[in-house]
């Protein structure tokens, strides 16, 4: 089995899949023009945060307004036992979006969950085990991403078949 190594420069990213066989197990082939389309939820992305309450708040409204619909995606915030109300921001900024999206309007799926266990490992581990995305996207809390994030970094997936994407 040959193994190729690619990398692919976007801000304060890396990625891994989740899956232990076939590289591309969430995509559904389409035989007649060789091209894979999306299957929910394809990406999980995950933030990690440690008393930056108003950052990590500012990095999940870059977030939902990406592009990519949001069915292609979830995000998971892990707060690592934050003493500045990082939680409970979250909490009430999620209620918060809920409450202004009409009901037809495609809701997006966000997990915010607290690990006391200090340490950036512990809290990525603890995203990992509740991820259910095919390709995990670590960001950084104080990362505001562009409209078509997911969207490029789907398309650089698609085009390298890179097992790993990461930038600094």
């Known amino acids: 089995m040959t193994t190729r190594h690619s990398?692919?420069?976007?801000?304060?990213?890396?990625?891994?899949?989740?899956?232990?066989?076939?590289?591309?197990?969430?995509l559904k082939d389409n035989h007649q023009t060789g091209q894979h389309e999306l299957k929910p939820p394809r990406f999980s992305v995950v933030i990690c945060t440690y008393n930056r309450r108003n950052m990590v708040l500012t990095a999940l409204a870059s977030l939902r307004r990406q592009s990519l619909?949001?069915?292609?995606?979830?995000?998971?915030?892990?707060?690592?036992?934050?003493?500045?109300?990082?939680?409970?921001?979250?909490?009430?900024?999620?209620?918060?979006?809920?409450?202004?999206?009409?009901?037809?309007?495609?809701q997006w799926k966000v997990q915010c969950l607290l690990e006391k266990r200090n340490g950036l490992a512990y809290a990525r581990n603890t995203a990992i085990m509740a991820a259910s995305g095919d390709i995990i996207v670590f960001l950084d809390d104080d990362v505001l991403v562009d409209q078509y994030f997911l969207e490029q970094l789907w398309s650089a997936y698609e085009e390298t078949h890179a097992d790993a994407i990461g930038g600094a």
């Open 7 to 26: 990398l692919v420069h976007s801000t304060h990213i890396a990625i891994r899949t989740r899956s232990t066989g076939a590289f591309r197990t969430g």
């Open 69 to 106: 619909p949001l069915k292609y995606f979830e995000v998971i915030v892990v707060d690592n036992g934050s003493a500045d109300g990082t939680f409970n921001a979250i909490q009430t900024y999620l209620s918060t979006d809920a409450l202004h999206r009409s009901s037809f309007e495609e």
